[in-house]
């Protein structure tokens, strides 16, 4: 892809202006042109992968994410591409829209570029074409999503319709349907869960706030955009800190595919007034997700964005993804609404959070705690809260980072009881100074209890075994070695455990704690974990016949924190004990 000369003035951290923006859309546009069929209304990329939709509905995405950057590009001489292709899909070249259909999401895409583009596009249309586009896009108003963030696409499509003058006491209903039931996905301080359940990853950001806000804002409806923009300016604060120093996104969820539509409420903030971000913050941010994935193959020789992370790569994918799914990448161009001589375009760039200090922030929503360190830029999660079990590993392991990968086998970032290294059923015990701990059953009926302390680069993670038989094998795992850059991972075993990068132990008589030290750094010639840290583990109490864990961790900076394992509730019907774990 061919961009213009970076700005070292203007953005001396990416070099990237507006002008590379634009270059980038462009480019990708004229990439895909090549694959539209006769009529326009499909665009079918190469590739032997179908989604479990097939291929007609393939085609469809490849237009509509398409369409989606068209609009945000107001690229008028593509808009009448698309023009003639829509004519053709509503008149029967599209699948219907259905129940559960993915002809649903892709109505979404038509619906919000039809609405930001209707002087350029929908005004410009035969009467007879719009007649039919709103009968086809009308069948979103009433077909049945799935519950997750695709109770957003109807919202989306009858934003669209109720604007134009059409469908509208269906368009409304299905407005208020589909806010209502997000509502009881909003876990507070900004996040939402993806639906029933913990799933916390970047649906908040590119769907659960995107619609919204776009909505209310298009909208003009000040209520609405006051709960929903100042529900996204709480997010953006946590939301700024997934990024490394490098530009990537934390390796974290399903659809990475997606890649740089991490930036979509990045450039939402901006466009809508509802963000804690300095123009030149936002800008960085989105410039630097942006040119890490062009600089490492997210786009092939053919100019197409390939089906993976980097260059191509399977492991990232799920069954819905076909070969348009990366153009949902498309929504990283948001930010191209704002006009050239906006502040987020002529600021210059800023530090992102994790250039500016070392920090370790606790995300109360999906009780995380987020660890980062300005020497190298290095982001790390600490997962103690989200979890989707039909998208390991990308949910449930203990941890994720901005340069390392979830390995299937052997598993990263995990604990292994009894030959069981699942993590089910995760339950929150809470994120704050410095830590940050959950608990959860194993299938063998045994629980594990599990506590993260981080200060700087590094971690100690304790994890209690509860409800094993004695000699029950226990095995851990610490970080998996760096996708790219000089990161270095380290793991040592500091009670109950021993051996090197992967750590064994076995359980004892009752509940037995395992401690490790961990660190991932791409620090130059770092000091030995045990001149950094140490931890102390005495049994202090006896509640009833369970034992009662202190854990005192002490810093080379001199702080200290201390933290109890306790049991809570115990069980009528078992042996079973559920345990808890807090700063004391």
Same mark, same amino acid.
């Given at each position: 892809m061919h961009l213009p000369p970076p700005d070292a003035a203007l953005s001396p951290r990416t070099g990237y202006t507006r002008d590379h923006w634009q270059a980038a859309a462009d480019a990708l546009l004229a990439a895909v042109e090549p694959y539209a069929t006769e009529d326009r209304a499909l665009y079918h990329f190469p590739g032997s992968r179908e989604s479990w939709s097939g291929g007609l509905s393939d085609g469809l995405e490849g237009y509509a994410r398409t369409l989606l950057l068209a609009a945000f590009r107001r690229d008028e001489t593509a808009l009448e591409r698309y023009a003639s292709g829509l004519a053709a899909g509503v008149s029967g070249a599209w699948p219907r829209i259905e129940d559960r259909s993915q002809p649903l999401v892709e109505a979404a895409?038509?619906?919000?570029?039809?609405?930001?583009?209707?002087?350029?596009?929908?005004?410009?249309?035969?009467?007879?074409?719009?007649?039919?586009?709103?009968?086809?896009?009308?069948?979103?108003?009433?077909?049945?999503?799935?519950?997750?963030?695709?109770?957003?696409?109807?919202?989306?499509?009858?934003?669209?319709?109720?604007?134009?003058?059409?469908?509208?006491?269906?368009?409304?209903?299905?407005?208020?349907?589909?806010?209502?039931?997000?509502?009881?996905?909003?876990?507070?301080?900004?996040?939402?869960?993806?639906?029933?359940?913990?799933?916390?990853?970047?649906?908040?950001?590119?769907?659960?706030?995107?619609?919204?806000?776009?909505?209310?804002?298009?909208?003009?409806?000040?209520?609405?955009?006051?709960?929903?923009?100042?529900?996204?300016?709480?997010?953006?604060?946590?939301?700024?800190?997934?990024?490394?120093?490098?530009?990537?996104?934390?390796?974290?969820?399903?659809?990475?595919?997606?890649?740089?539509?991490?930036?979509?409420?990045?450039?939402?903030?901006?466009?809508? %007034?509802?963000?804690? !971000? $300095?123009?030149?913050?936002?800008?960085?941010?989105?410039?630097? @997700?942006? =040119?890490? &994935? +062009?600089?490492?193959?997210?786009?092939?020789?053919?100019?197409?964005?390939?089906?993976?992370?980097?260059?191509? %790569?399977?492991?990232? !994918? $799920?069954?819905?993804?076909?070969?348009?799914?990366?153009?949902? @990448?498309? =929504?990283? &161009? +948001?930010?191209?609404?704002?006009?050239?001589?906006?502040?987020?375009?002529?600021?210059?760039?800023?530090?992102?959070?994790?250039?500016?200090?070392?920090?370790?922030?606790?995300?109360?929503?999906?009780?995380?705690?987020?660890?980062?360190?300005?020497?190298?830029?290095?982001?790390?999660?600490?997962?103690?809260?989200?979890?989707?079990?039909?998208?390991?590993?990308?949910?449930?392991?203990?941890?994720?980072?901005?340069?390392?990968?979830?390995?299937?086998?052997?598993?990263?970032?995990?604990?292994?009881?009894?030959?069981?290294?699942?993590?089910?059923?995760?339950?929150?015990?809470?994120?704050?100074?410095?830590?940050?701990?959950?608990?959860?059953a194993l299938s063998s009926g045994a629980e594990l209890t599990s506590l993260v302390v981080a200060e700087g680069a590094v971690e100690v993670r304790a994890h209690l075994v509860s409800g094993a038989g004695p000699g029950t094998d226990v095995y851990v795992t610490g970080w998996a070695r760096a996708e790219s850059g000089d990161a270095r991972a380290d793991l040592v075993g500091v009670h109950g455990l021993t051996g090197d990068s992967e750590l064994s132990g076995t359980v004892g008589d009752g509940p037995t704690l395992f401690v490790a030290l961990a660190r991932l750094t791409a620090e130059h010639n770092p000091r030995p974990l045990a001149e950094l840290v140490s931890v102390e583990m005495k049994v202090v109490a006896t509640d009833g016949a369970h034992d009662v864990h202190d854990l005192t961790v002490r810093w080379s900076s001199g702080s200290e924190q201390h933290f109890r394992f306790g049991c809570t509730v115990a069980d009528e019907r078992s042996t079973t004990a559920s345990w808890s774990v807090a700063p004391r």
């Open positions: 895409s038509i619906a919000l570029a039809l609405r930001l583009t209707r002087p350029l596009l929908w005004d410009r249309l035969d009467d007879g074409v719009r007649q039919r586009a709103a009968a086809w896009l009308g069948d979103a108003l009433t077909a049945e999503p799935w519950p997750c963030n695709w109770e957003l696409f109807p919202v989306t499509v009858g934003g669209f319709l109720e604007a134009v003058g059409h469908e509208q006491e269906a368009s409304r209903k299905a407005i208020d349907r589909g806010l209502e039931r997000i509502e009881q996905w909003y876990v507070g301080d900004g996040w939402y869960t993806d639906g029933p359940g913990r799933a916390f990853d970047y649906y908040n950001g590119w769907a659960m706030h995107l619609y919204p806000v776009l909505h209310a804002w298009l909208a003009d409806d000040p209520d609405l955009l006051s709960l929903y923009g100042g529900r996204l300016t709480t997010h953006l604060a946590d939301y700024a800190r997934l990024f490394g120093g490098d530009g990537a996104p934390l390796h974290q969820g399903r659809s990475l595919t997606y890649r740089f539509a991490t930036t979509a409420p990045l450039w939402l903030g901006a466009l809508t %007034d509802h963000t804690p !971000l $300095q123009p030149g913050e936002t800008r960085r941010l989105a410039s630097g @997700a942006l =040119k890490y &994935f +062009l600089e490492r193959d997210a786009v092939d020789d053919q100019g197409l964005l390939t089906l993976g992370w980097h260059g191509p %790569d399977e492991s990232v !994918l $799920q069954g819905y993804s076909g070969p348009a799914s990366p153009y949902w @990448a498309s =929504k990283g &161009f +948001l930010g191209l609404l704002l006009p050239s001589d906006h502040p987020v375009w002529t600021a210059q760039e800023e530090a992102g959070p994790a250039e500016r200090q070392n920090a370790v922030t606790p995300i109360a929503g999906p009780n995380w705690l987020l660890q980062s360190t300005s020497s190298d830029g290095l982001v790390r999660l600490h997962n103690h809260g989200s979890e989707d079990v039909r998208y390991d590993p990308f949910y449930t392991r203990f941890a994720y980072s901005t340069v390392t990968r979830p390995l299937i086998s052997p598993p990263d970032n995990s604990v292994t009881v009894g030959g069981d290294p699942h993590r089910e059923g995760i339950v929150p015990l809470g994120a704050g100074e410095g830590w940050a701990a959950s608990r959860n």
